[in-house]
């Protein structure tokens, strides 16, 4: 099976500032990677897929990268709205998320 | 606009049962691959289950493999889960989801129906 790792697992930062979130996997993947936000009480929503591209109706704030085993997640410029969980799941060979990310308001 | 609806969930006693649905609408049900994902509380998602859109190939995780059934029924647009044998591990909100791609990644997300397990 593939291990997803996400860090960090906490994020702490404030509106306006740019932040990042790696994703790696246990062996590679290609680009067969997408990423998740989620809010409280809510469903996971699609932001990027096949690693860098974004999903119609997406802020262009979010952008993704990455091929193989290493991923990331950038986001610009945080927003309000922004705050959330963050998973990357691969789908090369079943479906494996990594264990998330919450960026919280500093 | 693409929605999907899930039902059956509840408050059900280790070892019992339950089958979830998830209705869909708004767009060509069979000709897309569907999965389950759920979240037990406070913690991250798991991959469950997924059906392609003929409903002749199925995948499950380790976990939930022997005890889970997945299947669909393209005439009702509903997509089912058929859950036994259940654990207290399996208390969680269960969702369904649409596939898209080849291979596929999960772009429309129903609102989850929450599954409780204990005596």
């Known amino acids: 099976d593939i291990q997803m790792t996400q860090s960090p697992s906490t994020l702490s930062a404030s509106v306006g500032d740019r932040v990042t979130i790696t994703c790696r996997a246990s062996q590679s993947i290609r680009s067969w990677l997408a990423w998740y936000q989620q809010k409280p009480g809510k469903a996971p929503k699609l932001l990027i897929y096949e690693a860098s591209n974004l999903e119609s109706g997406v802020p262009s704030r979010f952008s993704g990268s990455g091929s193989g085993t290493e991923f990331t997640l950038t986001l610009s410029s945080l927003q309000p709205d922004d705050f959330a969980t963050y998973y990357c799941q691969q789908y090369n060979s079943d479906w494996t998320f990594g264990q998330g990310t919450k960026v919280e308001i500093k | 606009e693409v929605q999907l609806l899930e039902s059956g969930g509840g408050l059900v006693q280790p070892g019992g049962s339950l089958r979830l649905a998830c209705a869909a609408s708004?767009?060509?049900?069979?000709?897309?691959?569907m999965s389950w994902v759920r979240q037990a509380p406070g913690k991250g998602l798991e991959w469950v289950s997924s059906?392609?859109?003929?409903?002749?190939?199925?995948n499950y995780s380790g976990s939930v493999k022997g005890r889970f059934t997945v299947s669909r029924d393209n005439t009702k647009n509903t997509l089912y889960l058929q859950i036994n044998s259940l654990r207290a591990e399996d208390t969680a909100v269960y969702y369904c989801a649409k596939g898209r791609g080849g291979p596929y990644y999960l772009d429309y997300w129903g609102q989850g129906t929450l599954v409780t397990v204990s005596s």
């Open positions: 059906i392609s859109g003929g409903g002749h190939f199925t």
């Open positions: 708004g767009f060509a049900f069979s000709t897309y691959a």
